[in-house]
């Protein structure tokens, strides 16, 4: 059975940072390219970062270039989101998906798997 569970989330203030992590069992995050995603309650899940199968490529959503950063760990089978310099617009709950795609992905419906989602909370 495929799993992919996130953890880090939190509540923090503007201005501050969080790692998020998505552990994998079942599937190696060598065969897929990576993506996070968020989503705020009555909005769309939407794209914030993506690493390509072999970490040859990263790509990252506007609102968040220069502040998040995503990398991976094959022999711990998990990927990170680093985010630095948190704004209240960031708060959703986080999801990451996996996708046998070699590019990375910018829709959610390209995605195989999911994780359940770490919600993140940033107050100003």
């Known amino acids: 059975q495929v799993q992919l569970v996130e953890s880090g989330g939190g509540l923090v203030q503007a201005g501050d940072s969080l790692r998020l992590s998505c552990a994998a069992s079942?599937?190696?995050?060598?065969?897929?390219?990576v993506g996070w995603f968020r989503q705020a309650p009555g909005k769309e899940r939407d794209f914030v970062a993506g690493i390509s199968r072999y970490g040859y490529t990263t790509y990252y959503a506007d609102s968040v270039k220069g502040r998040f950063t995503i990398s991976g760990d094959v022999a711990k089978n998990t990927v990170y989101l680093q985010m630095n310099r948190l704004k209240p617009e960031d708060t959703a709950v986080y999801y990451c998906?996996?996708?046998?795609?070699?590019?990375?992905?910018?829709?959610?419906?390209?995605?195989?798997?999911w994780g359940q989602g770490t919600q993140v909370t940033v107050s100003s």
């Open positions: 079942g599937v190696s995050f060598s065969r897929y390219a």
């Open positions: 998906g996996a996708d046998s795609a070699t590019m990375v992905g910018l829709m959610a419906s390209e995605y195989d798997y």
